[in-house]
């Protein structure tokens, strides 16, 4: 093994406690550098806050503190097209899909006992905020259970595998990234892995690195890639294991097995302060609507958890919004009822939440993108010549189309993400409903059904919750997934997905395993062609986290209930070690989760 490539090489210092009350230190054998010394002028920019963070040790599942292996528990199907998607993974599918999970055992991790084992990384899609903690568990696993390992990361992601574009990732150099947020140590990149020359790239990188694993950190786009590299490297005998970890801010990426995607706690809750400053705001100057556009692609679930935490007159949720087929002119008009009724109780201020999928949802707007779609994929009409693209639509899309304003339009057109995605965080739904509500109350003030004021402000908050400081929820789930990752790569399983749940339980007692990838799709159409997607988790209307929202909204809507949950809290106080009101309701009854067993019994 070359000099410097080991996760315990004897020149690397590594992070031992120095004395109570005191920073920890680097120890080499020679000497003892301080953090700040250590971090050099790197150091001199971080602030107190950061350097803290760096202190903070993450919880970890008893199970992985001692020996363990891997057994395998209840079969799994597909989400839905089983049979189908089987076809298409022939090699992943050739025995019965098996939820698995780590148990203690009497000897080393896995048969091969404690051989090193050489893994590389790779950070997919967008980012949020705990990546880096997911990193630096694959290093401690492999550095405690497999000595002499190797850790790879490739750079700007999935283009790093076809480019064979990597760094060997080293002690000293992670030590400074525990905690942190952004994906900055290896960044990060929407590149796709799938074209038979991309997939053949990918298979020679990791033959020449002699990977025994690849770790996808990833959303449900992107661990479907990991499928598709996982079956792809079983037909062609190339002994790379591929293993996905659940990541993304919306929230979408769950099932049964994989209770929440990291990152949601801790963008949710920036969020919930912004909108909680913002709801201060409003309430002070009494004259200004706030509509704010924050992020969920296809879900709802950063809206829906960000009006628990903050209740606003109005949250739209869009998965109700598809149930009811409602039309833009229908979302305006719910929006100005709240507006009059609160103007007859002299109250001509509020907040407006609005996810920013929300166009993907609007019964007449959704029809026009799934034609748009079709249209740009067959590249069959020019997107910079507005009126050729209406003749090339439907009539009730035409008149959808040139219903919209040219800058919305402009917006619905540009250019598709490498998943075929519609670019919704580019596109200013909270200023289109703003216009609209402006419409529908000066037509009610025509016919004399409205006398109050209305000034609105548009907000998005969006990029401010990606790459936080990760909670002590997500830097401890994140830590988990990575130790779960390594564990499976060094149980020779591929093709499945890191896991850690029972998180209603103290963080010592949390499940750690793994779910086939397969076992999480479904088909879609996407760029024209019908293709194997993970299912996105969308939000439950019969839920208990939106039967929780919908039992209170209209009060919230009449009245002023504003909640400022204030910013993300460290230490201190046990709302420290707080998930999101979301999980609680979902796998808690309501009651709080929390990392340790506090005893608290609200939020």
Not at 76 to 98: D, G, M, V, Y
Not at 376 to 402: G, I
Not at 417 to 429: K, R
Request: charged letters at 20%; hydrophobic letters at 40%.
């Amino acid at each position: 093994m070359a000099e410097g490539l080991s996760v315990n090489h004897a020149a690397e210092p590594d992070l031992s406690p120095g004395p109570a009350g005191t920073p920890k230190y680097l120890r080499t054998k020679d000497h003892v550098l301080s953090i700040e010394d250590a971090l050099g002028n790197v150091g001199r920019h971080l602030s107190r806050l950061q350097r803290e963070r760096l202190e903070y040790e993450p919880l970890v599942p008893e199970v992985l503190q001692g020996p363990h292996e891997i057994v395998e528990q209840e079969t799994r199907q597909a989400a839905a097209n089983h049979e189908a998607i089987a076809k298409l993974f022939p090699q992943l599918c050739r025995s019965p899909l098996h939820l698995l999970r780590l148990v203690p055992g009497e000897h080393a991790p896995h048969a091969e006992g404690h051989r090193p084992l050489r893994i590389g990384v790779v950070l997919s899609g967008g980012q949020a905020p705990g990546g880096h903690n997911v990193i630096t568990g694959i290093f401690d696993y492999l550095a405690k259970q497999h000595p002499g390992s190797v850790l790879i990361g490739f750079k700007d992601g999935p283009r790093g595998i076809i480019n064979n574009d990597h760094k060997l990732l080293t002690a000293r150099e992670l030590e400074f990234y525990r905690n942190q947020g952004g994906f900055h140590l290896i960044c990060s990149g929407r590149d796709k892995i799938e074209k038979p020359e991309q997939l053949k790239a990918a298979k020679q990188t990791c033959k020449e690195l002699g990977l025994d694993g690849l770790v996808v950190i990833g959303g449900d786009d992107s661990n479907t890639n990991a499928a598709v590299l996982a079956e792809y490297f079983l037909s062609q005998d190339v002994q790379t294991c591929v293993v996905g970890v659940p990541k993304t801010i919306d929230g979408d990426l769950k099932t049964a097995d994989v209770p929440i995607s990291f990152g949601f706690d801790t963008a949710s809750k920036v969020y919930s302060e912004l909108i909680g400053n913002v709801m201060t705001d409003a309430s002070s100057a009494k004259k200004y609507y706030h509509f704010v556009r924050l992020m969920g692609r296809a879900a709802s679930h950063v809206t829906l958890e960000c009006a628990l935490q903050t209740h606003p007159q109005v949250a739209l949720i869009s998965e109700e919004v598809d149930t009811h087929s409602w039309s833009l002119h229908d979302i305006a008009s719910r929006i100005a009822d709240v507006v009059v009724a609160r103007a007859e109780a002299g109250k001509n201020y509020g907040v407006v939440l609005v996810p920013e999928g929300l166009v993907e949802y609007v019964h007449d707007v959704s029809a026009l993108i799934v034609e748009l779609n079709e249209l740009l994929a067959k590249d069959s009409a020019d997107p910079h010549d507005l009126p050729a693209v209406a003749a090339s639509l439907t009539p009730p899309s035409r008149a959808v189309f040139e219903s919209l304003p040219a800058g919305f339009k402009t917006m619905l057109l540009e250019e598709r993400d490498p998943h075929g995605n519609v670019q919704v965080s580019h596109i200013e739904t909270e200023k289109l409903l703003i216009r609209l509500v402006e419409g529908e109350l000066a037509a009610r003030r025509a016919s004399g059904r409205y006398a109050g004021k209305f000034a609105a402000i548009p907000h998005f908050f969006g990029y401010e919750g990606r790459c936080s400081l990760p909670t002590n929820f997500d830097a401890s789930y994140c830590y988990a997934l990575g130790h779960a990752a390594a564990s499976l790569v060094g149980g020779r399983r591929t093709g499945v997905m890191a896991t850690v749940s029972d998180l209603q339980l103290p963080a010592a007692r949390w499940r750690v395993g793994g779910t086939p990838l397969v076992a999480m799709m479904c088909l879609e159409r996407r760029k024209g062609a019908v293709k194997p997607v993970i299912r996105k988790a969308l939000v439950d209307l019969n839920g208990p986290a939106f039967r929780a929202f919908a039992a209170v909204r209209r009060k919230w809507g009449l009245t002023d209930c504003f909640r400022s949950p204030g910013p993300i809290q460290f230490s201190g106080t046990q709302y420290a070690d707080v998930a999101t009101m979301t999980l609680g309701l979902e796998i808690n009854d309501g009651d709080p989760v929390l990392l340790l067993a506090h005893g608290l019994t609200n939020y």
